[in-house]
């Protein structure tokens, strides 16, 4: 019987909760996931190895060592093996057998043992991928606790294709990703794109079958995931593109390769480091490797050690106290030359602070690399309530004819639908968004839309400066009214002074002291 979401759903997050005595909710993640997706792969390898019983039963003559070969050539894609786990007895380093063991001490180091040995057997595919797993510690987890969690997990269906869809996992994996974004506050929302901004930013770029796809600070890897499920969704192969990601967070890189797998998403490569000192997609002669289309969502205004000799510093290097100009030089040199795209989304300071940043911008403006600037909404974000804005960067000669000596900008600030915790961007709105970016039309401003494009003399004339509000009426008009705004708060305060003075005076002439300090 096929499992359904909700029903999947209901008993992860139960098992969650399970944690509510032993840490915060920022921290569920960490013991979750693993945990999940350790229960995936032992769901998995078991229903594939009862399917080769079924198939081979009665063939006796086979030697243990024939039996291995046929079952991991026909049946399994990985390997769970045997760990001795500080006993004697040999335990297979699966879900099931370490459960049974749940009511004995150090369950923790066995659960560790169990999930590094998972990781050498299958070196190409899970190196590295639960993370440093600090939570199998039992001064971090005690062991009772992570006991409560493996039962309540394992009270929900077993979880292999036999019953379930990667649909229905991957659903699954998205949901918790989102649940513990929603309640536990910036630390797990640094690594959580809203789902529809990733779509917004993806439906932007349209990745094509075999395409590239590369994101400098992947998180939990939405954006990689998102180009697959776009794409087949228009009728592609989501599966034939080479998906690429790096991000500095071990755990969070560990979230990323399993949020993959749970996708059914196999041609991946996700490293672990920092991007701007130490990229990790490199070609063979030490140089940047590039890719067809780039997304990103990088930390907002990140302090850096700036770069002192580095190529990708097209235009200058940007200031130690922010780092958005340098994830855009990045991406720009890791762009194909002939068919690059990129978008990342940061947030409106970008456009328009001056010092080492004008610089840059100057130059990305004056090679011709930037299409189109998008306002959007505040408060779409788990962990800021700032408006941010995309940028949607093409090669150097790759521009629709239209589109060259330009930028087109798109103001959605006013396009959403207010939620309990955040703004949300509907389906409309990204539709809507979509089209103005591909017409490059106005509408008038119907809908709380507006688009303009703009030749890059005009933006070269206003100082390179690339605040919306300088080139769409609706938001120079939402500027025009805080001005006003501003303009009447210094008229009232000037009055309120004058009162003040004239009060104090009457009372020093009726002989009334001391309210002039």
């Not at 209901?10 to 996931?33: G, K, T």
């Not at 459960?99 to 590094?116: C, D, F, K, N, P």
């Not at 100082?463 to 001005?483: F, T, V």
Request: glycine content about 8%.
């Amino acid at each position: 019987m096929a499992v359904t979401q909700q029903e999947i759903e209901n008993r992860l997050w139960d098992a969650a909760d399970e944690l509510r005595v032993a840490m915060p909710e920022a921290q569920y993640s960490s013991v979750v996931f693993p945990l999940m997706f350790w229960k995936y792969l032992s769901d998995t390898w078991e229903h594939n190895h009862q399917e080769f019983l079924a198939q081979y039963k009665g063939l006796d003559d086979l030697s243990p060592e024939e039996a291995r070969e046929i079952e991991y050539r026909d049946h399994q894609s990985f390997e769970i093996p045997f760990i001795h786990a500080g006993t004697v007895q040999e335990r297979r380093a699966s879900w099931s057998s370490i459960l049974a063991t749940v009511a004995q001490h150090g369950l923790g180091q066995r659960v560790r043992a169990s999930l590094q040995a998972i990781e050498s057997a299958n070196p190409d595919k899970f190196s590295r991928l639960f993370g440093s797993m600090t939570w199998t510690s039992e001064t971090v987890l005690p062991g009772e606790v992570l006991a409560s969690v493996m039962r309540a997990m394992d009270r929900s269906p077993k979880m292999h294709e036999g019953n379930m869809s990667h649909d229905v996992l991957g659903g699954a994996y998205e949901y918790l990703l989102k649940r513990f974004s929603d309640g536990s506050g910036t630390r797990a929302g640094q690594f959580f794109t809203p789902r529809e901004v990733v779509e917004l930013i993806v439906e932007l770029l349209a990745p094509k079958n075999h395409e590239s796809v590369y994101d400098p600070t992947c998180g939990s890897g939405g954006m990689l995931i998102a180009a697959a499920s776009l794409l087949k969704a228009r009728g592609g192969r989501g599966y034939s593109l080479s998906l690429n990601g790096q991000e500095a967070v071990t755990d969070t890189a560990g979230v990323a390769r399993m949020n993959l797998f749970m996708h059914n998403l196999t041609e991946f490569k996700v490293e672990v480091g920092d991007t701007l000192r130490d990229p990790r997609f490199k070609k063979p002669d030490g140089s940047l490797k590039q890719f067809d289309v780039l997304v990103a969502n990088p930390p907002y205004s990140l302090k850096w050690k700036p770069w002192t000799n580095d190529p990708r510093a097209i235009g200058g290097v940007a200031p130690q106290s922010s780092a958005d100009w340098a994830f855009v030089q990045h991406m720009i040199a890791s762009m194909d030359p002939k068919k690059g795209r990129a978008g990342v989304v940061l947030p409106h300071g970008v456009l328009f602070r001056v010092g080492q940043e004008a610089a840059i911008r100057r130059r990305v403006l004056d090679n011709d690399l930037l299409e189109a600037v998008i306002g959007l909404p505040s408060n779409l974000f788990y962990n800021t309530t700032i408006p941010t804005c995309i940028l949607v960067f093409r090669s150097p000669g790759t521009k629709a004819p239209e589109r060259q000596g330009g930028v087109l900008f798109i103001d959605a600030s006013a396009r959403f639908t207010k939620a309990k915790n955040r703004n949300l961007l509907t389906d409309a709105d990204i539709t809507d968004v979509v089209t103005a970016y591909h017409s490059g039309s106005d509408g008038d401003g119907e809908a709380g839309l507006s688009a303009r494009f703009v030749p890059t003399t005009e933006i070269a004339a206003n100082g390179y400066d690339l605040n919306i509000g300088r080139y769409i009426k609706q938001a120079a008009a939402e500027q025009e009214d805080l001005g006003t705004l501003i303009d009447g708060y210094n008229i009232a305060r000037a009055e309120r002074q004058k009162a003040e003075q004239r009060m104090l005076e009457v009372l020093s002439a009726a002989g009334i002291e001391g309210f002039d300090e």
